[in-house]
């Protein structure tokens, strides 16, 4: 069955470094979305990608933050400049296209510790 | 806040019990999904009731929504071991666009 994968499943990092986590999401699946969730607590929206475009993003998704679809596998999200408070389990995840489907499918995620 | 709460916050039940889990939510939602994440892992989809829908059922899940309480139900009949795990409820808010609202999510330990 398809699955949405993620790298690496570990990133640690220095404040003020940029990290750049990967995402292969399902291969026929058009929409595509980055959420997190700090230690014990809810997962968050992040953004939201369609047609090579952010289609809708939180508060949380400042300028520090962007999506980019290089290639017609890839989904990555860069944060340019790390903070302490950016220490989450990110989650990307993928829809398919068709009309009426909502169900989006999770990847294992990446921890991301900035120390 | 638009996010959900669920209820309870965590549930200890032994092994062939029932366990019922309730999400209630502040506004119109478009649908309404289960999701299940084993201890520092990630979301696995379980199932999903649209907002016309009262009642669905897959294997051993029953789900539930009640549109004008503004709350759903996941029932795990039968439980195992290996349903111990966070469950989360999760919805699209009507006009929402795509994007997930996650409840605070129930912790379930089925003990043998």
Redesign the interface.
Known sequence: EPEVTQTPSHQVTQMGQEVILRCVPISNHL?F?W?RQILGQ????LV?F?NNEI??K?EIFDDQFSVERPDGSNFTLKIRSTKLEDSA?Y?C?S?GGRLGV????????T?LTVT | SQ?GEEDPQALSIQEGENATMNCSYKTSI??L?W?RQNS??????LI?IRSNEREKHSGRLRVTLDTSKKSSSLLITASRAADTASY?C?Y?LTGG?????????TQLKVEL
């Not at chain 2, 666009?97 to 999510?105: A, P, Q, V």
């Open positions: 929409y979305y959420y809810k997962v968050e929206f939201s369609y289609s809708e939180s389990m989650f995840a829809k909502y169900e989006q499918y999770f990847g294992p995620g921890r | 996010q478009n649908n999904q999701y520092g892992r990630g979301l696995v989809h999903l989360f999760a699209i666009g795509n994007k997930l609202t996650f409840g605070t999510g």
